[in-house]
């Protein structure tokens, strides 16, 4: 595709590289090359690169001069770098039962469908990790079957668990901590989505897929133990398109 995106001073020390503004696979591609160039190119002068949607924020050193760093950016050549990010797809065992899926009933009656056709549209796609946010370990994921997408709920709940997987718009993704939330609940992974004890704290990143393979309320109890004794070994595979 080969956007060319603007580039602008965004804050004291950062960067904000931008693409046409819609949520896409071809876009979001544009984003994760330039954020493996960016990395690849001038790793000792950035503390940090964020992608996002259709947005790629850099965040340099104390030391480095935003205006000078924007001409380099603006002369780098991303279709010549080669990605050393190696992107996985995680499989997310979800129980969807009725414990835990606290608006799949009132889901089903207002799609018209049953909670079984939910939970297997649901479980259908496979999704693309487009950023992390709202949240630490957050995942925003593109590919919800249009036939799901449903409004947040007009008053959010107080808390909802962690490990809670749910639907908000036209959007799919995993509650990491419990905390207040308006999302509609469709069930909950006993996996753990972010440990900042962990060297790479977040289970996911952009870049990377997810797909949610539904399991029993015992399953979900039997991971559990194993996440718990960290004995359990996540389901991922090297992603390629």
Avoid at 68 to 79: C, R, Y
Avoid at 112 to 141: R, S
């Amino acid at each position: 595709m080969n956007i060319a995106p603007s580039i602008r001073p965004f804050g004291k020390h950062g960067i904000l590289i931008s693409f046409p503004p819609e949520i896409s696979q071809e876009v979001h591609r544009e984003v994760l090359a330039w954020r493996d160039a960016v990395l690849h190119s001038f790793s000792e002068k950035i503390v940090d690169v964020v992608p996002a949607y259709h947005s790629l924020a850099v965040f340099v050193n104390d030391h480095v001069n935003v205006e000078t760093f924007i001409a380099l950016l603006k002369d780098l050549s991303v279709s010549e770098t080669e990605s050393a990010i190696t992107n996985y797809c995680i499989t997310i065992p979800v129980c969807y039962d009725e414990t835990f899926g606290l608006d799949l009933k009132e889901l089903s009656e207002a799609k018209k469908m049953t909670m079984e056709q939910i939970i297997q549209k649901h479980t259908a796609p496979t999704y693309q990790v487009y950023f992390l946010g709202f949240l630490p370990g957050f995942p925003y994921l593109g590919g919800l079957d249009p036939q799901l997408f449903h409004p947040r709920k007009p008053t959010a709940r107080s808390q909802i668990d962690q490990g809670a997987v749910a639907i908000g718009g036209g959007q799919t993704g995993i509650y990491p901590m419990a905390c207040p939330g308006g999302w509609n609940i469709l069930g909950k992974t006993p996996l753990v989505m972010f440990d900042p004890k962990k060297a790479i704290p977040s289970l996911v990143t952009p870049g990377d897929y997810i797909k949610f393979r539904s399991i029993s309320l015992k399953e979900f109890e039997t991971i559990a133990a194993k996440v718990a004794k960290r004995s359990y070994n996540i389901e991922k595979e090297v992603y390629r398109d």
